[in-house]
């Protein structure tokens, strides 16, 4: 479905039955296979996979098996070669599913309270044990939960906290800029933009690494971006965690998350007042905060141990100097499968993720016909990877990075589809992330030749660079790209991107009506497509080389697998 808007209509009609566009028409070579990128089939791949015979595509699933197997036929039938190097179109991912049946109760003042589960609180356990039981775990207030040497920030001052509950504020800390109070501090935490130590991985990471027994995020919808019902819905059910045997080491024993108006409510019988303390935690010189409470949980946990899929196929590169260097394309091909407690018929209790993120993987097969349409294979080769389990904490894309199928130091760019623009082209595109490598200036170069501009993301606030595959590949050293059409809708009010985004995250992100929508109109992501295709193509053929800025703080990653590789380690782009 191509918007009307195209006034080439005449020429795309002509282009189309001459099998090129008028893209090709106009530039030859990339520009001409970029054409094949096509909005209706885009459609259809969507279509099929955001249906009920999908079934929301939950990882371990009958959706999995419909979905891994649509995937690989797709991508044979364009003609790519298995991705992985055994000589198969899959990289398996060793999965824990857990089910958690938590209680929590404090012990104020000598009387126990029960919490009720999930409104008061929920938690899970992510380890391979059917019962987990801690008895009378010391709360702790440890503010933000962040050590960050780069801020001379360190909320925990040495404080031991083996088997303790940390108590802890979601985001990072919100400094105010002490010339311009009203304003943060740009110096500190990234002022409005999100980092890394805001996001709940973080939080939960550091608690797994001082030992504690549990953790409780006090979940505030503003600093989380995103309403307590996602909460809710995302860990009251099975969730999967990278089946280590050694034991989870992303998580505490019970990791969890509480309401702010619940938490208000501990910190006053605590003594605290939450606001009060809240501030306090804005300081350098917080120190962790012994609540007087004890907590006891007991989880039973059902197990499932399975096996997941990323799906993975190639182009291998025509030099023979540097085929053995990889462009990766990603996209998640997950989502939420089906919740059976839902009221009514069976399609309002699938989890559809028509774009979360079925737009994606509809997104890579284009993208995988465009560079087969090219007339010579690139120098370098392309990686497609369908990545599992993102919703589940980027799993997929974690066990890549850590199991990586090509070596990480000889991967040039990873660029991460994760949801599109279905509502009509624009003249700008974001690039979520931007300022951390010289990929900014690739997206600059590709998006001016279709007379776009480029700037950061419309909301750095809700980290959602950290949010995403892209992530994964970042913290392991691979430069990346996130980057798609802006806010500057042609054609449509001013108001209408932000309309569209919170309409978006208010009824649709994360829920079943998350659907394919019949006003929808594919001009912007066929633009966007054909932009990710050219970057791409462009570091393929070694026109560019994606660097990390000096102060980005994955440079640091890129530089010890570069040079663990004899590879020379690169200044950071200025
Ligand atoms: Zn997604």
Redesign the pocket.
Known sequence: MISKKYSLKPLLLLGTLAGISVHAIAAGGSAKAAGAINGDELLQHIKVLASDDFEGRGPASNGEVKTVTYITEQFKKLGLAPGNPDGSYVQKVPLLGTTSAPTLSLNVGGKEQKLRYPDEFVAWSPQAQSNIKIDQSELVFVGYGVIAPEYHWDDYKGMDLKSKTLVMLINDPAIPDPKNPSQLDPKMFKGKEMTYYGRWTYKFEMAAKLGAAAALIVHETKPASYPYEVVKNSWGRENFSIYDPAGNPDFPAVPGWMPVERAKELFSVSGLDFDAMKKAALSRDFKPVKMGVTASYAVSNKINQVESNNVVARIEGSDPALKDEYIIYTA?WDHLGINEALPGPRTGKIYHGAL??ASGVASLLELAKAYKALPVAPKRSILFIATTS??QGLLGARYYARNPLYPLAKTLIDINI??INPWGKTKDVKIIGYGKSSADDLVRKVAKTQGRTTSSEAHPESGGFYRGDQFEFAKVGVPVIYASSGTQFIGKSPKFALEKSEDYTAHSYHKVSDVVNKDWDFGGVVEDMRMLFEAGYEVAQGKAKPEWKADAEFKAARDSSQQAAGKPVGTGSQ
């Open positions: 998640h979360d993120n993102e919703e994760d949801g």
